[in-house]
């Protein structure tokens, strides 16, 4: 394994007595191949400063994703983009021309549902008709032979299914293509937000747009298929009424006007239901915020006995989901019950009507009974079709949520245009990624990723530079964006000499893990630049620069796989051997424990790694660090009794363990 040219700690908070002896050892020990430096930073006051400033100062259209680069001479690569700077305005992630390229890919599929949609109407509109002639045939009044009639309504029952499952299959199909390619697009797009955006909102929310709302959009063709809903509804209701209107026009207006008062009955009940269908929705996202927050800090319940206050939290969720359930019933029975009077009220109406016309000689009984059976199609369609509308409806709020939480949100350009470029000459080799590779409706959101792509200096470089040059954080300012008016660093020039280690000691809260994320570029400082051999780290490719920095976090986060497999989550995109990750498990000083658990590199470590002490799965995660092989490494808090051997270089904080450093 390479020796680390740039090790960068961030240990040493609060600066008690025994750290500071740490550190003594730390400087010993770090005599030998890498030279130590201790820089101290003070927090800095926080100032309220105008919110204007900052806002201005964001272009959101470029790659750089902070204020504009400070450049002590023109760049000609910033100034070849200058015309592109403008606002690029928010883009849908889900519009009407997007859900279209995806619907159309397939074609075939598609002209196979229209043709069965218009098979299924077809006999499902004639059987009313052949159930009149069946009554004529019995009167008499039809010289028709029973057996004809009965094989063509047999033939018409025969067809129907078929073409419904056509119909049902293929709309299906399509839909959950559609469907997929939608969820993997919005799940791309929140992982390439900048940091802050996971600053603003919580997992739970983004999970519900992938989730619930997703589910919604879902919804609107899976669970409208059927014969009374959707497409099938609306050609149901269609044919029905031209059918009517050629087969007697006297007759043809009750049944339109049934269908008119069945639509403003459902249309009533939804609209006066809107209110409390939206407050179900809302107890039920919380009650699955309240069951996740909860379970994921169960430790913390169970230190504090807090299980009666989360029972108590728990049940008032469940209590108003229940109340809004009740309302939502009783809404529901009334439309029930209201509709069926207005079918009634029609069929009434029809018997009087028709039955005096059938008297009178001026309708065949035929055309009586068919009408008789096409109320309950147009009924059922009617009904059908308005709750498709409020599905609809449902979809479109879903849509609205999901693009208003993603469209004004700003992407992380620079990590979106390197992912892409990597995708693009297929540097990630995996066909299930295949389902990423839609273009958005927007060229010209393309046209400006590929002219800043170019702006970007060649990768190959930064790993170059990241070993032999220095890091400088040269004047830097820096708020967080979700408290833009609070400054965390103000002026802040720190150089990390190259080939050495850097310990960063300060006072809870003084910066220090910001100074971290500020070096791994999860966000960009407010003013001033970060260098490394001299050059502005904006312009480098976000991913290649991710490759040249390994972290340690103080609360390391691992998956809910092996330990291995942990380990090899260093180098995600490669073929990475066990004697690698064991030769990183050594040197992080981990293989031991590793090799006593039941399953050695392959158990499990639980959610979080919530099956591991805090010091095992920091350990895990410095093996992670080193397996990356990285220029620049940086710990943040890092156990005090933690060791890391690393070939000829090592990094030791803490002195507990005086034997494991060879
Ligand atoms: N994501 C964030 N959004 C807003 N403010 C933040 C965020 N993270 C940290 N802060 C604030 O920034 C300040 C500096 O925090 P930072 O974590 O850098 O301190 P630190 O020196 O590393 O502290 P410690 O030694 O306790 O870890 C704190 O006031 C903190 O509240």
Redesign the pocket.
Known sequence: MATIPNTFC?PL??VTAQRRRNQRVLLRRFNGPHQFSISS?Q?FR?QFVSCRKLKCSVISSAYITGPDAFVSENDPKFEESDDSLEVVQPIEVISWGFLWKLVSRHKLRLLASVLSLVGCTTCTLTMPLLSGRFFEVLVGTRPERLLDLLSKVGLLYALEPILTIIYVVNMNSIWEKVMSSLRAQIFQRILIQK??FF?RYKVGELTALLTSDLGSLKNIVSENTSRDRGFRALSEVVGTLSLLFALSPQLAPILGLLMLVVSIIVALYKRSTVNVFKAHGLVQASIADSVTESFSAIRTVRSFSGEKRQMSVFARQVLEYESSGIKLGTFKSFNESVTRVAVYISLMALYCLGGSKVKAGELSLGIVASFIGYTFTLTFAVQGLVNTFGDLRAALAATERINSVLSDAEIDEALAYSLEKDMKQKKVHDETLELYLVNGSNGKKQSTKTRYMSTLKFGGNVRNLAETGDICLEDVDFS????PD?E?LRGLNLTLKCGTVTALV????????????LLARFYEPTRGRITVAGEDLRTFDKSEWARVVSIVN?EPVLFSVSVGENIAYALPDEYVSKDDVIKAAKAANAHEFIISMPQGYDTLVGERGGLLSGGQRQRIAIARALLKNAPILIL??VLDDIVIRDGPSALVKGSSEPNSFG
């Open positions: 961030l908070t609060p930073i927090p926080p940091v802050d600053d967080y964006p979700v408290r609070v965390i300060g006072p809870s809260g003084a910066g220090k893990s910001t100074v971290v994320q103080q943040d808090e």
